[in-house]
Antibody
Framework: EVQLVQSGAEVKKPGESLKISCKVS????????LGWVRQKPGKGPEWMGIIYPTDSDTRYSPSFQGQVTISADKSISTAYLQWSSLKASDTAMYYC?????????????WGQGTLVTVSS | QSALTQPRSVSGSPGQSVTISCTGTSSDVGGYNYVSWYQQHPGKVPKLLIY???KRPSGVSDRFSGSKSGNTASLTISGLQAEDEADYYC?????????FGGGTTLTVL
């Protein structure tokens, strides 16, 4: 069974750093692109970026380039999303999601989400 | 990459059909046959309904169907049921990553 299990909710202050994780099981982690999606309350999802764990090829949305870092550790089948200096506007739900076919664009499995709250 | 345009809300009675539109540009919806649709109930994770414009994953009801004409994609839900009440999001490949629509809330009257 394919599972994407994300780390728990976080409450941080502006300026703090954060790294959240997405551990996968049930499929070959290295063989599929894995992306990160942001969703603010009452808003549509937004693609942040995506990584191919085999070679760590990473693509970022222009809106998030330079604002976050996406990485992966093949040895533990885990992807990461990190911030070096959080802002209040980073408050949102963050999902990881698997892209099952590199010839097309959609995601089939999602993590349960990690709620990040940034407040002074 | 601007968000795709969806109506904020649609409604229908049980048993009826509704169609949700998703308008983009020639750089996303119109340029690729890589439109997908997701259903999201409040507080839940999005669920894939349609991919590659018209394809349905196994396990998704055939009451859900997709189409595309030019820069506009559409999701049609036939035989509306109470459990279809949810938010619906389209997504299209846009040359680098995907871009989502702003979402449509479906109300089953």
């Amino acid at each position: 069974e394919v599972q994407l299990v994300q780390s728990g909710a976080e409450v941080k202050k502006p300026g703090e750093s954060l790294k959240i994780s997405c551990k996968v099981s049930g499929y070959d982690f290295s063989s599929y692109w894995l992306g990160w999606v942001r969703q603010k309350p009452g808003k549509g999802p937004e693609w942040m970026g995506i990584i191919y764990p085999t070679d760590s090829d990473t693509r970022y949305s222009p809106s998030f380039q330079g604002q976050v870092t996406i990485s992966a550790d093949k040895s533990i089948s885990t992807a990461y999303l990190q911030w070096s200096s959080l802002k209040a506007s980073d408050t949102a739900m963050y999902y990881c999601a698997r892209r099952p076919d590199s010839r097309t664009w959609y995601v089939d499995y999602w993590g349960q989400g990690t709620l990040v709250t940034v407040s002074s | 990459q601007s968000a795709l345009t969806q109506p904020r809300s649609v409604s229908g009675s049980p048993g009826q059909s509704v169609t949700i539109s998703c308008t983009g540009t020639s750089s996303d919806v119109g340029g690729y046959n890589y439109v997908s649709w997701y259903q999201q109930h409040p507080g839940k994770v999005p669920k894939l309904l349609i991919y590659d414009v018209t394809k349905r994953p196994s396990g998704v009801s055939d009451r859900f169907s997709g189409s595309k004409s030019g820069n506009t994609a559409s999701l049609t839900i036939s035989g509306l049921q109470a459990e279809d009440e949810a938010d619906y999001y389209c997504c299209s490949y846009a040359g680098n990553l995907g871009v989502f629509g702003g979402g449509t809330t479906l109300t089953v009257l």
